[in-house]
């Protein structure tokens, strides 16, 4: 199975400040078809997973612009421009390249 | 609206069964594959099982190959996960998910619980 590893595994971050995630694959995560399908999710206190970003950049709809992802191969990273109040919960990322799918053992955000 | 409602999680004792259950909204169920997820207590994601849109395709992670069996009714827009031989390391919270076109899992369920003990 690919392994995801995530770093660090929690962020303490201030108000308004940039935070950045490390997402890094045992395998490189380009698909035969050319596409990369590395995904971010957001997870706060006592809810289900959101999804944040897919193949890499994509935001979904309804996901403020100060969350980006970039990254290629094995490496990938989720950034947060400004860090809000509501950003606070835990960010996983996944793999959909490769069966089983995989996911990060999550990166835990809070404030300073 | 996009919904997907999970339910039948509950205590079982080790070796016992339990069925779970996905009620799907919203949208054409038809279409989609689904996903199951969990999350064990103050743990991470691990996706557990997935069914193709017309039922004729199942995947499922090791851990409970031979276990769990995942099964849909698209006239009730609803999936299954019947579990079998269940062990304290299958307890977690039970996501269903909807799996898009590019290999993820764009809409989530609220999740159920499944604990597994004496």
């Known amino acids: 199975d690919v392994v995801m590893t995530q770093s660090p595994l929690s962020l303490p971050v201030t108000l308004g400040q940039p935070a950045s995630i490390s997402c890094r694959s045992s395998q490189s995560l380009v698909h035969s078809d050319g596409n990369t399908y590395l995904n971010w999710f957001q997870q706060r206190p006592g809810h289900s997973p959101r999804r944040l970003i897919y193949r890499v950049s994509t935001r979904d709809s309804g996901v403020p612009d100060r969350f980006s992802g970039s990254g290629s191969g094995t490496d990938y990273t989720l950034k947060i421009s400004r860090v809000e109040a509501e950003d606070v919960g835990v960010y996983y990322c996944m793999q959909g390249t490769h069966w089983p799918r995989t996911f990060g053992r999550g990166t835990k955000v809070e404030i300073k | 609206e996009v919904q997907l409602v999970e339910s039948g999680g509950g205590l079982v004792q080790p070796g016992g069964s339990l069925r779970l259950s996905c009620a799907a909204s919203g949208f054409t169920f038809s279409i989609y594959w689904i996903s199951w997820v969990r999350q064990a207590p103050g743990r991470g994601l691990e996706w557990v099982a997935n069914?193709?849109?017309?039922?004729?395709?199942?995947y499922y992670v090791d851990s409970v190959k031979g276990r769990f069996t995942i099964s849909r009714d698209n006239a009730k827009n609803s999936v299954y996960l019947q579990m079998s031989s269940l062990r304290a390391d299958d307890t977690a919270v039970y996501y269903c998910?909807?799996?898009?076109?590019?290999?993820?899992?764009?809409?989530w369920g609220q999740g159920t619980l499944v604990t597994v003990s004496s």
């Open positions: 069914i193709k849109e017309d039922g004729s395709e199942k």
């Open positions: 998910a909807r799996e898009d076109d590019f290999n993820t899992f764009d809409y």
